[in-house]
């Protein structure tokens, strides 16, 4: 039939535009005003797409295989769930007052949630799509509870105490509660899960912790009102966004110290990092904007316009 | 006693007066140290005779270690206990973190209007967190009327103490406000208590 051609040829292009969607890496941008979620080309640096995430979308995470994207919606108290394919909401997990940052496990198999409102973090099964268990922090109102690289342990900063909780995912118990700085907020693992950096954003320092022994090791003095963290897969490299500076510093893991400082744009918040280290997407809260940093140049190379008052970057592994 | 004796002993009397605080501080400081190491153990050790002769930074710090189980058993009740020495002292600090133990039903019977109470002594004294909170409730009417002007006011000053979240929360407040009630409460936000980071 002469219409089999044309109905193969479309075949073809949907399969080909599926493949496009779910294979290239994206990078996924919470904004938390304009309730939507930009979709950044991370090869060419240009937004592809916007989709609705819900009310106030914040802390992202996708699943393993990459198909589902996982958004806190605070005013819904809930974890939107996106089919990236369709960019769509698909589904919804109900949890507690005012859910923020969502991480990953390593397996894939759990989600830690922080919900502020109800000082606690709710481990939600991927398989089921149901919260397994929850866990009260002794710190005061979490915002980002985030895996060590082995999944055996979760760091949670509490942004009105000055502690980071360290959950033991195994027991589902507070582990040991940490001294920091006022205001702890971002957290990152090095890749080898020796250490983790917390940035304290009423203290403007860093603290980095030994993970075997939960103590911290460094202070290193950061910009004004640190706050965001993402470690550079190499491991020898922090960045710490500093929200009232408008910069990104960065810390050398070996000294733990900052060596640089780099201008970005107002309120810079959350961050994420391309898949091969090359480039670091900062969210800027107050210029609506994502900048893009070349880390190996340690130099910014183009400002993104993104929706209102975006939260932060996710780029799935 | 003679006249001689008796002036003796009163400027003897007023010399340890005076000295007692300074003395005070400096029995707390190798408590204090101790703590910063995180050599919690010994800082308890340190602390506790301290708390227990009623010295209220001693008590605070006696009530975080038992909270946070910081060389001394976790013990939201102890912690309550020591917090409530401290608050009633007007140790700031002290009485913000009674303020979240009402809150959160933690070592006390949950309660929102005793909450309330100890937050806006805490914001009194200019603890950016506690003014961050008692804003909330005004806003929401929580443990207090609600009160929109107060909570612009409150949430005004917590912004000023480094809680820039104050600034987004405290729109709702504002269009409950009109423009001669905002004008006059940013002024007299100002003046709002301030602590020291």
């Not at chain 2, 340890?16 to 204090?32: F, T």
Request: proline share 4%.
């Amino acid at each position: 039939m002469m219409l089999r051609p044309f109905f193969i040829a479309l075949l073809l292009a949907g399969a080909g535009f599926s493949a496009v969607v779910q294979a290239a890496p994206f990078a996924y941008v919470a904004n938390e005003k304009s309730g939507n979620i930009t979709v950044i080309d991370v090869a060419n640096d240009t937004v592809v797409a916007t989709f609705p995430a819900g009310k106030r979308p914040r802390g992202m995470t996708a699943s393993r295989d990459g198909k589902q994207l996982y958004v806190s919606d605070q005013p819904a108290n809930a974890l939107q769930i996106v089919d990236l394919a369709s960019r769509k909401i698909t589904g919804k997990v109900d949890l507690g007052e005012s859910p923020e940052g969502v991480y990953r496990s390593p397996d894939g198999k759990l989600l830690a949630v922080a919900v502020e409102e109800d000082n606690s973090v709710h481990f939600i099964n991927t398989a089921t799509g149901k919260r397994d268990f929850q866990v009260k922090t002794e710190g005061e109102n979490p915002e980002h509870a985030v895996f060590s690289r082995d999944g055996k342990w979760v760091y949670v900063s509490a942004e009105e105490s000055e502690v980071v909780d360290v959950i033991d995912v195994a027991t589902r118990k507070v582990h040991t509660t940490i001294k920091v700085g006022k205001r702890p907020r971002g957290i990152g693992f090095t890749p080898d899960g020796k250490l983790a950096y917390i940035a304290c954003e009423l203290a403007n320092r860093v603290y980095a912790i030994d993970v075997s022994s939960h103590k911290v090791v460094a202070v290193i003095p950061a910009g004004v009102r640190s706050n965001g963290i993402r470690v550079h897969p190499n491991g020898k490299t922090v960045f710490v966004s500093n929200g009232a500076d408008g910069t990104v510093g960065v810390i050398d893991v070996a000294s733990n110290k900052i060596t640089k400082t780099i201008k970005v744009g107002d309120r810079p918040w959350n961050m994420a990092i391309s898949p091969d280290g090359a480039k670091l997407y900062v969210a800027n809260g107050r210029s609506n904007s994502v900048s893009v940093i070349d880390t190996a140049k340690l130099e910014k190379t183009t400002d993104i316009t993104v929706g209102d008052t975006p939260w932060g970057v996710y780029i799935p592994d | 006693m003679n006249g001689w004796i008796r002036r003796r002993m009163a400027g003897w009397a007023c010399a340890a007066a005076l000295a007692w605080p300074v003395g005070a501080v400096a029995q707390l400081e190798p408590a204090r140290a101790a703590f910063e190491k995180e050599d919690y153990a010994a800082a308890y050790q340190l602390y506790k005779p301290e708390a227990d002769k009623g010295a209220a930074e001693a008590q605070y710090r006696v009530g975080l270690m038992h909270k946070f189980g910081w060389g001394a058993a976790r013990d939201h009740g102890a912690a309550a206990r020591w917090f409530m020495a401290a608050a009633e002292q007007s140790h700031a600090d002290a009485q913000f973190e009674l303020g979240i133990y009402y809150k959160d039903g933690r070592g006390v019977s949950k309660d929102m209007g005793k909450s309330a109470e100890w937050f806006l002594k805490a914001s009194e004294q200019g603890v950016g967190i506690a003014q961050l909170n008692l804003g909330r409730y005004f806003l929401a009417g929580t443990g207090v009327a609600k009160d929109p002007v107060a909570a612009y006011y409150w949430l005004t000053a917590a912004a000023q103490n480094g809680y820039i979240d104050g600034m987004a929360l405290r729109v709702p407040a504002a269009e409950e406000m009109t423009p001669e009630q905002i004008k006059e409460t940013n002024a007299r936000a100002k003046q709002a208590p301030r602590k020291a980071n």
